[in-house]
């Protein structure tokens, strides 16, 4: 069963045109992550939030977690052709340990 | 510093054979996670080592099983190989496996089982 669902699964657009991500769930998770993934290599995290309503800035791209800590989106403003990869969520239970629930993923192209 | 190693970056094994993948954590990192990638499932947890221990594991069959050692390094093996086990399997390492410690993936061993 998966658990966290994004939309949409892939997006193809222009240098220049912003775009979002979402991450939604049924379930309330305790902290979210984003990561980053290019063909042929491993994930790279791009940002943690852990509070509900919580908002990240990180250049260009916006973070915020859901009030009720269920759902998240990622906004790129201005998107680059360097921006292209695939976008996971991840999602941690309560508990000491680091074990995520990942998303379905969103496959982003950015034509130059 | 260097990141995660993992060795082979690819297998091709057939049905019924069985793997060992090897991960090599950044230096400093004791806990080792794995996870399997494919396009119908996604990223999926298999389990976590720390310390040489077993702490965390998913929702996988006993032919996947695992260890880590003394020098936290790991390895993970499949035994009696399916088709539906290939996938890229990916190891990340953090330095205690706490909650919202960052994690660093390696590039994966991709695995075709034919």
């Known amino acids: 069963t998966q658990l966290l669902e994004q939309s949409p699964q892939f997006l193809s657009i222009q240098e220049g045109e912003n775009l979002t991500v979402y991450c939604n769930s049924s379930?309330?998770?305790?902290?979210l992550q984003w990561y980053r993934q290019e063909p042929g290599e491993g994930p790279v995290l791009l940002v943690t939030?852990?509070?509900?309503?919580e908002v990240k800035k990180l250049k260009r791209l916006t973070f915020q977690f859901g009030d009720a800590r269920k759902d998240s989106s990622l906004h790129i403003t201005a998107a680059q052709p360097g921006d292209t990869g695939l976008y996971l969520c991840a999602g941690a239970h309560g508990g000491a340990t680091n074990k995520l629930i990942f998303g379905t993923g969103t496959l982003l192209a950015v034509q130059p | 510093k260097a990141g995660v190693t993992q060795t082979p970056r690819y297998l091709i094994k057939t049905r019924g054979q069985q793997v060992t993948l090897s991960c090599s954590p950044i230096?400093?990192?004791?806990?080792v996670s794995w996870y399997q990638q494919t396009p119908g499932q996604g990223l999926q947890f298999l389990f976590e080592y720390f310390s040489e221990t077993q702490r965390n594991k998913g929702n996988f069959p006993g032919r996947f099983s695992g260890r880590q050692f003394s020098n936290s390094r790991s390895e993970m093996n499949v035994s009696t190989l399916e088709l539906g086990d290939s996938a890229l399997y990916l190891c990340?390492?953090?330095?205690?496996?706490?909650?919202?410690?960052?994690?660093?993936f390696g590039s994966g061993t991709q695995l075709s089982v034919l």
């Open positions: 939030v852990v509070t509900g309503g």
């Open positions: 230096s400093g990192h004791r806990s």
């Open positions: 990340a390492s953090s330095l205690l496996g706490q909650r919202n410690e960052k994690l660093f």
């Open positions: 379930s309330v998770f305790s902290s």
